[in-house]
């Protein structure tokens, strides 16, 4: 993909609304998950449906020289933060990629350790400042927006700064949009600390607003109360984070929050994944091709990570963060029962030693059918939806997912549990029909993980015409931003008034 970097940004007069982006990551300069993939697709989207937007994000050590080399400097100022009245140094580094603007935030303090999330103690002051810094920065710049998009609980703070203190500034006209992307991490910590570091006024911390309980603090909690309107990246997920098992003891407050709550499915850049055009595929393929095109892939891949090379094996995928939210433990009771003569598991993730272990272990068992590539890597990511055959999300929960969108668009079917975004993005295939995109299963259970791959071998192997089907099906399915940057555009348009 050819970055066009630095571009100058035309004036948009006939913007239909202005919306500034906050958020703790964005690819290409850093990404530990989906949220970093939103971040990048979902403004580009925007723009196409004529919005104005601009992203503010860390300007963290680790973004990549090629771009913090071409960064323009727009200003500089001091901000006073926390309770005893020190001022921090706010710097704004600017970068315009295809159309784009993207405001990073720099502060030496803050943001001088490798890599975006530490612990809870470095990260709580190192959001709050950010979450502040981004408002003070959209002053500064005298550019402001009609709606400001918080993502996730590092920018949760945004909401409660823009109707407190910066109430009677220029952004405090905006209103917010807090998104979801994943409940379970929620900024929580002892209410002096977070007190302390925000010096947010004392009634923000009463009853419903951040008090989690006598003691602490929740900065997403807060959030949500004070946002104009709450989002999340899937209808199921919105339902299901209202009720206690998904809710993460916020249930009771998304319940009561629960007219302002919309679930919007998210999407994938189509150009960043496209097996046509991408440049890190040994073989590019389409829809007309792909059959014959991902043996050639699964070739390189198998070659690449050690395994036997045949083009007659099964390859089942999983990339991933590791940890229990992805439905690992299933995966471990019947890693065994998986994997056989015919069928090779690849793992490319890094997360809890116990899952690394665990899959460096059967790599070690079964030699040559598996691969347990422990890391972080972009390029073999692309190089595993295009050469395996299958791919596996079982998760526990999940808020949308993306892999298993990248892997439809990649002719590579899903094997996914019926939960949030997976359930509404994977139809079921039917052997009575023929129809559907994938194999799916409900109870949170191996039995049922094992019975749904066993589901996917027999087409696989026993019914090669309709799973060569299904595969250029799944590769026509509409994975794009479109739809639901336009559903976005409507909420804005709605805020906006
Ligand atoms: P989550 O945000 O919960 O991690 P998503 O499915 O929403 O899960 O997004 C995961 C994104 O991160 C996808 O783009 C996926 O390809 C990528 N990814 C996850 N683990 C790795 C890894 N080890 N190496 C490269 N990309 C990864």
């Known amino acids: 993909m050819e970055e066009q970097e630095n571009q100058t940004v035309e004036a948009r007069p006939d913007a239909k609304c202005k919306i500034a982006f906050v958020g703790s990551e964005c690819y290409p300069f850093v990404k530990t998950g989906g949220l970093g993939d939103v971040m990048y697709a979902l403004p580009r989207a925007l723009i196409s449906q004529n919005c104005d937007v601009r992203v503010f994000l860390p300007k963290y050590r680790c973004i990549p020289e090629k771009y913090r080399e071409k960064m323009v400097y727009r200003g500089s100022f001091m901000m006073d933060l926390c309770q005893d009245g020190r001022s921090f140094f706010v710097g704004i580094m600017e970068l315009v990629i295809d159309g784009v603007i993207y405001d990073f935030i720099e502060n030496e303090e803050f943001f001088s350790w490798g890599n975006p999330y530490t612990d809870l103690y470095a990260d709580i002051p190192k959001y709050s400042y ?55 991490f929620q900024g929580i910590c002892g209410i002096p600390h977070m007190k302390y570091w925000t010096n947010i006024p004392g009634f923000v911390f009463d009853y419903p607003g951040m008090k989690q309980n006598a003691d602490d603090a929740n900065m997403m ?69 792909a059959i014959e095109k991902k043996k050639a892939n699964k070739l390189a891949l198998q070659e690449k990570l050690g395994l036997e090379q045949d083009e007659n094996k099964m390859v089942i995928g999983l990339i991933s963060r590791l940890t229990n939210q992805k439905g690992l433990d299933l995966v471990n009771a019947i890693f065994g029962n998986i994997v056989d003569a015919n069928t090779q598991i690849v793992v490319l993730g890094t997360g809890d030693h116990n899952y690394e272990n665990s899959f460096r272990y059967y790599e070690g068992v079964h030699k040559g059918s ?128």
Not at 272 to 279: A, L, R, Y
Not at 377 to 405: K, M, R, W
Not at 482 to 488: C, G, H, V
């Open 130 to 184: 950010f979450s502040k810094a981004s408002l003070a920065a959209m002053n500064y710049l005298e550019w402001t927006p009609d709606v400001v998009h918080c993502h996730d609980w590092q920018a949760a703070l945004v909401p409660i700064y823009l109707k407190t203190q910066f109430a009677p500034t220029p952004v405090g006209r905006a209103k917010s949009i807090l998104t979801i992307h994943n409940l379970r």
């Open 221 to 289: 909690k807060g959030g949500l109360a004070f946002a104009d309107c709450i989002t999340t990246v899937s209808k199921t997920y919105a339902g299901e984070i209202q009720t206690g098992f998904y809710g993460e003891r916020l249930d009771d407050h998304l319940r009561y929050h629960s007219g302002k709550l919309v679930g919007i499915v998210n999407g994938i850049d189509v150009e960043q994944w496209n097996s046509e055009t991408d440049s890190l595929l040994p073989a590019n393929y389409t829809a007309a091709d």
């Open 370 to 497: 598996v691969c347990a590539y422990i890391s972080y890597n972009e390029a073999l990511a692309h190089q595993i939806y295009a050469g395996s055959d299958a791919l596996l999300v079982p998760s526990l929960f999940e808020p949308c997912g993306l892999t298993q969108l990248i892997a439809m668009r990649y002719g590579t079917i899903p094997i996914v549990r019926e939960t949030g975004g997976l359930k509404d993005t994977v139809q079921p295939y039917n052997e009575s029909t023929n129809e559907g995109n994938g194999f799916t299963f409900f109870d949170y259970d191996a039995g049922a993980l094992f019975d749904a791959v066993c589901r996917t071998k027999d087409v696989y192997f026993k019914e090669r015409d309709r799973w060569d089907e299904m595969v250029v099906r799944d590769m026509g399915v509409d994975v794009s931003w479109d739809k639901s940057a336009r559903e976005y555009c409507d909420l804005y348009m709605k805020l906006k008034g």
